[in-house]
């Protein structure tokens, strides 16, 4: 399904000097797999979500996505194949449009469009029972501006626009990460039913190494542009967070340190099927 052969990305900053933010990457991920990225900040988390979904070319390597070579293909090509969800709610969401012409831009991505109206009454039909199923209430809203809505509403509606087109593959970036912990259990539920719902192969960078283990299928650990651990069945199952920070220790030879990784272990856990706000 997906495919990395040495994929390699150096930046260069205002000086010259040159950072190599993921250093010739393998990897390979089959139909239906649920892969969540951990790893400290610099790790090339984000850089290889970028480096898949087209963001800037790579340096070396390819990049095979159901059975195509998009290693050269631009971002806009790769976004009829590719959903994304990022940290920030407000970035995958269109703030002065309204929810159904959100939707409508996402729908239609990778899309062939005629001259018709951009919203008619079988893609709000489809838009009403996909909003029910967030059970926000948002099937009732589908002319309000989308910057009206919460946070989590938005999240919420950000998931649904990467979703709606049935990606080959769903990019989500630490999707969670803004929202306060009520908010993301919850966009954590939905993202879980609707990815086991659409079957959808999925890479999930997150810094909660709890959430890493408890959602999915494998979890990959990046450090310094590297995948150093790929843990997956049963040795995953059975893996504590303790046990992956001493997997890590035992295959660098050194300790993990990074307050953020390390501290979001600790967030609170909040009970599941609470409302979203």
């Not at 002319?143 to 709606?164: C, E, F, K, N």
């Not at 190494?209 to 990959?220: E, S, V």
Request: hydrophobic letters at 45%; proline letters at 3%.
């Amino acid at each position: 399904m997906l495919e990395l052969k040495g994929v390699r990305k150096v930046f260069t900053s205002g000086d010259g000097s040159e950072k190599e933010a993921i250093r010739r990457i393998d990897l390979t991920l089959s139909a239906g797999e649920f892969v969540t990225v951990i790893g400290s900040n610099g790790a090339g988390k984000s850089t290889l979500l970028g480096a898949i979904a087209g963001t800037f070319p790579v340096d070396s390597g390819s990049i095979f996505l159901d059975g195509r070579d998009i290693t050269n293909w631009p971002e806009y090509r790769r976004a009829a194949l590719i959903g994304r969800v990022f940290q920030n709610p407000a970035q995958g969401t269109a703030a002065s449009m309204t929810i159904e012409e959100n939707l409508a831009m996402a729908l239609a991505r990778g899309r062939r469009r005629g001259l018709r109206l951009a919203v008619g009454e079988r893609e709000r039909r489809l838009f009403r029972e996909r909003l029910a199923l967030l059970g926000l209430e948002l099937e009732n809203r589908l002319s309000d501006p989308v910057g009206l809505l919460s946070g989590g509403q938005r999240q919420a509606l950000a998931l649904l626009m990467a979703t709606i087109a049935q990606p080959k593959l769903l990019l989500l970036d630490e999707h969670t990460a803004a929202l306060d912990p009520k908010t993301a259990v919850k966009i954590q539920e939905l993202t879980e039913r609707i990815v086991a719902d659409g079957r959808l192969t999925v890479l999930m960078v997150t810094h909660n190494l709890a959430q890493a283990l408890h959602c999915g299928t494998r979890t990959i650990m990046m450090h310094e542009g590297e995948i150093v651990l790929d843990v997956k069945g049963e040795e995953r199952a059975g893996m504590t967070v303790d046990d992956l920070l001493e997997a890590f220790a035992r295959t660098r030879g050194e300790q993990l340190l990074d307050d953020d990784l390390l501290l979001s272990e600790d967030l609170p856990l909040v009970e599941r099927g609470a409302p979203l706000a």
